[in-house]
């Protein structure tokens, strides 16, 4: 067990529609970063927060943002849904953010769109 | 950029046997390389990692891996597999871009023991 806890664990839901994902960090942990692992794409980094801030963007859409809030958990926001973005989105934390900080990932949430 | 490369898309090993998951990477700088593994619906447990020093990195579960800077390499070594070994393993470079270090992973190596 990483420490890192996301909900829910499956979610099903139709095109065009919106969800939210949630991360709690492990205990102390600053950063927060997403990713995003689906069959044709891999695994890819989207968005990062540091305490509360956005620190970095990867391959993230614009239907798609994130917060992180002052006790630390994030949540991912995905609008406009398409059958694409069906996939299993991780959520990862660290301390901080330097080169060496191992990342920790929690268990990840399964998104069906139909 | 930087990039990691996983040739193998699966690796069959007899249990008992030594493993070897490989991984080579292409960087500007110096590299910084991480070892997952995930398990069937379940997150990527941290297995290794190379910063500096010691070419051989020992990890979690009797896992090994060796850097190698002349081939540009880092593979994952077990001398003794185990079925609960087979997994899905991932190699992944920190890559510094747009103010972060975030990770670049290879395409992951599905390992199978069989017993």
């Known amino acids: 067990d990483s420490g890192v806890t996301q909900t829910p664990k499956h979610l099903i839901t139709a095109t065009g529609q919106r969800v939210t994902l949630r991360c709690s960090p492990r205990?102390?942990?600053?950063?927060v970063y997403w990713y995003q692992q689906s069959l044709d794409q891999g695994l890819q980094f989207l968005i990062q927060?540091?305490?509360?801030?956005?620190?970095a963007k990867g391959n993230i859409l614009e239907r798609f943002s994130a917060q992180q809030f002052p006790d630390l958990h994030s949540e991912l926001n995905l609008s406009s849904l398409e059958l694409g973005d069906s996939a299993l989105y991780f959520c990862?934390?660290?301390?901080?953010?330097?080169?060496?900080?191992?990342?920790?990932f929690g268990p990840g949430t399964r998104l069906l769109v139909l | 950029a930087q990039s990691v490369a996983q040739p193998e898309d699966q690796v069959n090993v007899a249990e008992g046997n030594p493993l070897t998951v490989k991984c080579t990477y292409s960087?500007?700088?110096?590299?910084?390389l991480f070892w997952y593994v995930q398990y069937p619906n379940r997150g990527l447990q941290f297995l290794l990692k190379?910063?500096?020093?010691?070419?051989l990195v020992k990890g979690s579960y009797g896992f090994e891996a060796e850097f190698n800077k002349s081939q540009t390499s880092f593979h994952l070594k077990k001398p003794s597999a185990l079925v609960s070994d087979s997994a899905l393993y991932f190699c992944?470079?920190?890559?510094?871009?747009?103010?972060?270090?975030?990770?670049?992973f290879g395409t992951g190596t599905r390992l199978k023991v069989l017993a």
């Open positions: 990862a934390s660290s301390l901080r953010t330097g080169v060496e900080e191992t990342q920790y």
């Open positions: 992944a470079v920190r890559d510094f871009t747009s103010g972060t270090y975030k990770y670049i």
């Open positions: 960087v500007s700088g110096n590299p910084y």
């Open positions: 190379y910063i500096t020093g010691d070419n």
């Open positions: 927060y540091y305490n509360g801030e956005e620190r």
């Open positions: 205990s102390g942990d600053l950063s």
